[in-house]
C-alpha cells in the first residue's frame, strides 16, 4: 500500500497534517459530497478526495477546501461550484474528473478529538497508510463538541518523550523505527509510557 495523502487543518496560522480522530466521521466525509461519488485519485489518495479544514472567527470546524475525483458526476457542494472544464454534452470525456472546491466553509458538527501534527521526521517514514503521530515534532489535540473547538491541547513534549521509547524498542528487536514499527508496537505494548498516554489521551 502506498502512503497516503493526509488531510490538512489551518490552527492558529498553521497547517497541521490531520493524523487521527476519535470522530471517524473526519475519515468519511462522502456523504457530505453528494451527488458527487469520489474514486481513487492517484495510489496515495485510495478514497478519492483530500480535504484542508479550518476554525472559523466562531470556533466551528470547517471544510474550506476540496478535491475529489468524482468521474461520474459534477455538482456544486454547499452552493459552490467547482473548478473543472465541464461541457455535459461530451458527457464524461468533456471535463477533468478531478474537481477543486475552494472557499467551500462547509460546516460539519463533529465531535471528539482531532489529532493534528506537523513537522514529520523523515526517517520515520513508511510507504504506506499514513504516518504515525509520533513521528512528528509537534502534535495537538483539537477537541470539538458539536464542530465547535472547545480546548487544544499541545502534547508535544509527551510524544517526544514516547518516540525515544520507540526508538530504543526498535533497536532493541533490531528493527528500523519508521511509522509502521510505531503503529505496530503501540498496538502490542503494554509499557508503563504508552498506557499512561492513553489514559489522559485516549486510544487512536
Keep these: 500500500m502506498t502512503a497516503q495523502i493526509p488531510d490538512s487543518i489551518a490552527f492558529k496560522g498553521q497547517s497541521f497534517s490531520v493524523v487521527a480522530?476519535?470522530?471517524?466521521?473526519?475519515f468519511g466525509l462522502q456523504r457530505h459530497f453528494r451527488p458527487l461519488e469520489p474514486k481513487m485519485l492517484s495510489t496515495g489518495c485510495y478514497r478519492g478526495y483530500i480535504a484542508r479544514f479550518s476554525i472559523d472567527a466562531s470556533s466551528r470546524f470547517l471544510v474550506k477546501?476540496?478535491?475529489?475525483?468524482?468521474?461520474?458526476?459534477?455538482?456544486?457542494i454547499n452552493d459552490t461550484p467547482p473548478y473543472c472544464?465541464?461541457?455535459?454534452?461530451?458527457?464524461?470525456?468533456?471535463?477533468?474528473?478531478?474537481?477543486?472546491?475552494?472557499?467551500?466553509?462547509?460546516y460539519v458538527p463533529i465531535?471528539?478529538?482531532?489529532?493534528?501534527?506537523?513537522?514529520?521526521?523523515q526517517s520515520m517514514y513508511f510507504h504506506g497508510g499514513f504516518q504515525h503521530f509520533t513521528g512528528y515534532g509537534t502534535v495537538m489535540d483539537l477537541i470539538f463538541q458539536n464542530g465547535e473547538l472547545v480546548a487544544a491541547k499541545d502534547l508535544s513534549e509527551e510524544v517526544g518523550r514516547l518516540r525515544q521509547v520507540l526508538c530504543e524498542q526498535?533497536?532493541?528487536?533490531?528493527?528500523?523505527?519508521?511509522?509502521a514499527f510505531a503503529w505496530s508496537f503501540c498496538r502490542r505494548t503494554e509499557?508503563?509510557?504508552?498506557?499512561?498516554?492513553?489514559?489522559?489521551?485516549?486510544?487512536?
Excluded: Y
Design 170 to 179: 526498535a533497536q532493541q528487536e533490531g528493527r528500523e523505527l519508521d511509522s
Design 85 to 106: 472544464v465541464c461541457d455535459v454534452s461530451k458527457g464524461v470525456n468533456g471535463r477533468s474528473s478531478a474537481l477543486t472546491f475552494d472557499e467551500l466553509d462547509l
Design 65 to 76: 477546501s476540496l478535491t475529489i475525483n468524482s468521474p461520474d458526476k459534477c455538482a456544486a
Design 111 to 121: 465531535d471528539g478529538i482531532v489529532r493534528a501534527c506537523r513537522g514529520f521526521n
Design 191 to 204: 509499557h508503563s509510557a504508552f498506557a499512561e498516554f492513553r489514559e489522559r489521551h485516549g486510544e487512536f
Design 21 to 26: 480522530s476519535t470522530d471517524n466521521e473526519i
